[in-house]
Structures are given as structure tokens and as C-alpha cells.
């Protein structure tokens, strides 16, 4: 019997369509103005975003852009068109695969259209972030259902709002870090995006952010909270790679402010190079693809920092970007009941 067709979309966070200020300005525009993203009121957050930020930002965003620029593209995207072929080449001929992007293009909301009328008997969404927070997968679900409801997509789409824990994403990513010799190294950061206070406080308001203890084991309040899925992944890592606790520290960097996740990762450098610390490995386990975050802020600037404190070497461990073991992890996180 004929197998029905099903769909699979995978979602990244997004790109300018160019580095230009004019496109870096459309998409800051976009991507800034969510209300996931900058969670204030609309007011607030309308002559924050439109006032302040894009117009003293867009000039040096679009300056990292092109540091960060490549021949065929932004890596972001690049990545996503080359992992999409890699996941073509592995699934069943009754399942479709797209990318798309929540900002910029290729448009989540002309893919998601572009499905409807195709009679597929199951469509998987699947945003291309580990761990859960609302400025991310949160904001892709809210998009997928308002826009399902608007376009009347069918069959509804099913969403899978985190993976940080799936073993074929730890062992994916642990054996990636491995191919590096982390025993050759002083000390291990998991680096993670920074997310405000306000956001993590959001998820359980009756504990605190401060005194949870979630850096050391994941308490019942935390299977929804950034933070708390965070230090897990770092466990689950360590334990993958038989780390012990004082070879390695989670931090968190690209703040805005004081008020986001810490320890922050600028300062922890800054501390284990005044240790004594010389060789460091920085790992970022909540973004699959190398990025502005990555490429520019840690494997630049974090290095510059680090030989500037008197550090000898800095290392990134690149991330999963399009390798063929992230496109078959990529099958077991959305596929596995297909």
C-alpha cells in the first residue's frame, strides 16, 4: 500500500537578504518588532524598537553582516538549503522537506501557504532551537498557529518545541565536540544566547530565578524553562564526555543588559584566563548552525578578549551546521513516527 505524503519544515531564526543597511534595517525591523522577541507593551516596545534601537544599530549590524558574509551568502542560510538537501537524501520518497526562516527569507508564512492544497496527510514543524524559550520556538508556534488559522492549512501542523534532551542531538553534538581533543584543553565553556530575567521568570513565577537549583539537577517547575534546559544539556554533554564538574562552566552571552542569564560568558573568559587558564574550548550547544554568535562574537571577539587577559589559544567548536550525522539526528528528533 502506497505510503500517504507527509511534510517536514525545518525553521531558523533568520537573515538580511543582503548585508546592506537597507536589508539589515527590513529585517531588524521584523525580527525586533515580535512581541515574542522584545516581550514590553506594544507601545513601549514600538518606540524602543523603531526609535532607538534600528537607528543606532543598523549601522554596525550591517558592518558584522558583511564581516560575517560569505561568497554564497549568509551562513545561516546556506546552511539551511545545504542541510535540507542532506535530509532529502536520507528521507523516504512520501515525505517532503523545506526550509524556511521566521525572518527575513525564504518566509515561514509563503512556505507554510505554499503546502496547502498538496493533500499531505501530516505536516511536522520542527524550529531549529534545542532548548525552548518563547522568543524562539515560541514565537515559530505562535506564527504556524495564527497563520494556520488564517490560511486554513490542513492537515494542522504539529510542532516540536524542543530537543535539547534527545540522545541522537546529545550524541550528535558530543561527538562533534570530541573530534576537537577537549583533554587537550584547560577548561570547557557551553556557551548559550543570553535571554532577559523577565522571560525566564515568566516560565515559573512562584520560583526564583536566582535560587533555583536547576544548574544542578532539572527541578519538576523547569521542562519549560531556557535556563533550567540549558544546564541540562551541559549535563547530558559532560556526561557524554566523561567531563568532571571543574573541567567545564555554562554561561551566557549576546546581552543587552545586566538583567539577562549570567554567569555571562565576556566575564567568565575574563576570570579563567586570571586563573591561569591558557588553552580554552567554547562550545555553544543552543545554536545548530555557525552564525553571527558564533563565528563573529565568540570565535572574534571572545578570542581577542582571551589573548588580551593573557590566554595562548581560543578555540570554537563549530557547530552541527549541515553534517550528514546532524541531518540523521534531524530523522530520529521529527521522523521518528513517521
Known amino acids: 500500500m502506497a505510503h500517504k505524503r507527509k511534510a517536514l519544515v525545518l ?45 543606532f544599530r543598523k549601522r554596525r549590524s550591517s558592518r558584522l553582516y558583511r564581516m560575517l558574509w560569505q561568497e554564497g551568502g549568509s551562513p545561516l542560510l546556506i546552511y539551511l538549503a545545504s ?7 536520507l528521507l523516504p520518497g512520501h515525505i517532503d522537506i523545506y526550509g524556511a526562516m521566521r525572518y527575513g527569507n525564504p518566509s515561514l508564512e509563503k512556505i507554510l501557504g505554499s503546502l496547502n492544497g ?6 511536522k514543524v520542527l524550529p531549529l ?33 524542543e530537543f535539547w534532551s534527545h540522545p541522537s542531538f546529545i550524541n550528535c553534538f558530543a561527538e562533534n565536540i570530541r573530534s576537537y581533543l577537549p583533554g587537550k584543553f584547560d577548561h570547557i565553556i557551553f556557551s548559550y544566547h543570553g535571554l532577559p530575567l523577565r522571560q525566564v521568570k515568566k ?30 544539556t551541559t549535563r547530558l ?3 557524554k564526555l566523561s567531563l568532571e564538574s571543574d573541567r567545564y562552566t555554562t554561561s551566557f552571552q549576546s546581552r543587552l543588559t545586566r538583567n539577562w542569564l549570567s554567569p ?5 573568559i575574563k576570570r579563567l584566563a586570571d586563573s591561569g587558564v591558557k588553552k580554552l574550548l567554547v562550545v555553544a550547544p543552543s545554536f545548530v548552525s555557525d552564525c553571527l554568535e558564533t563565528i563573529i562574537e565568540i570565535e572574534q571577539d571572545y578570542r581577542d578578549l582571551f589573548l588580551s587577559k593573557g590566554g ?3 578555540i570554537l567548536v563549530k557547530s552541527l551546521n549541515d553534517s550528514t550525522s546532524w541531518a540523521r539526528a534531524i530523522l530520529d528528533i521529527a521522523l521518528a513516527d513517521s
Not at 521584523?30 to 514590553?40: G, M, T
Not at 525552548?132 to 492537515?155: C, D, H, M, W
Request: hydrophobic share 35%; proline share 7%.
Open 11 to 55: 525553521v531558523n531564526v533568520g537573515t538580511p537578504d543582503d548585508p546592506g543597511s537597507r536589508s539589515v534595517r527590513k529585517y531588524l525591523t521584523q525580527f525586533l518588532n515580535d512581541k515574542k522577541v522584545i516581550d514590553l507593551p506594544w507601545l513601549v516596545r514600538k518606540l524602543l524598537v523603531n526609535i532607538i534601537i534600528i537607528p
Open 237 to 239: 554533554l559532560a556526561e
Open 129 to 161: 532551537y534545542p532548548q525552548y524559550a518563547e522568543s524562539t520556538s515560541g514565537s515559530v508556534i505562535e506564527l504556524v498557529n495564527r497563520f494556520t488559522e488564517k490560511a486554513q492549512i490542513k492537515p494542522r501542523p504539529l510542532i516540536i518545541e
Open 83 to 89: 542541510l535540507v538537501d542532506k535530509v532529502s537524501g
Open 203 to 232: 516560565i515559573h513565577p512562584a520560583h526564583k530565578v536566582e535560587e533555583c537549583i536547576c544548574e544542578k539537577e532539572m527541578p519538576e517547575w523547569g521542562q519549560k524553562c531556557y535556563k533550567a534546559s540549558c544546564y541540562g
Open 264 to 268: 555571562f560568558t565576556d566575564e567568565t
Open 312 to 314: 595562548k589559544e581560543l
Open 118 to 123: 498538496k493533500e499531505y496527510s501530516e505536516i
